[in-house]
């Protein structure tokens, strides 16, 4: 079955920045709104934001003005650029596409204050 891929989590100091890398099958790509959810064990996962096949975005109320997300279609690539990064942002990060018939298996995303 094919998955999407995730990259670029890592630790990092309060304030800082990250990319996250998603690659996908062409096909996802083209046709499915992409998606960045987290989640921290022991909680529910969270949605963190949204882009359309059109390039549209949206993004949670606790995020919004710190990351971006765009998409490669080049590349089959979507990406999470994380700044200002705060301790609470500390989580496991998947991207989702198709309506959550696709996951990728997740990057940990680290923030120490």
């Known amino acids: 079955q094919e998955q999407l891929v995730e990259s670029g989590g890592g630790s990092v100091q309060a304030g800082g920045s990250l990319r996250l890398s998603c690659t996908t099958p062409?096909?996802?790509?083209?046709?499915?709104?992409m998606h960045w959810f987290r989640q921290v064990a022991g909680r529910p996962r969270e949605w963190v934001s949204s882009?359309?096949?059109?390039?549209?975005?949206t993004y949670a109320d606790s995020v919004k003005g710190r990351f971006t997300i765009s998409k490669d279609k080049e590349q089959d690539t979507m990406y999470l650029q994380m700044s200002s990064l705060k301790a609470e942002d500390t989580a496991m990060y998947s991207c989702?596409?198709?309506?959550?018939?696709?996951w990728g298996q997740g990057t940990q995303v680290t923030v120490s204050s």
């Open positions: 989702s596409a198709c309506l959550g018939n696709y």
């Open positions: 062409r096909f996802i790509s083209n046709r499915c709104d």
């Open positions: 882009i359309s096949t059109g390039g549209s975005t």
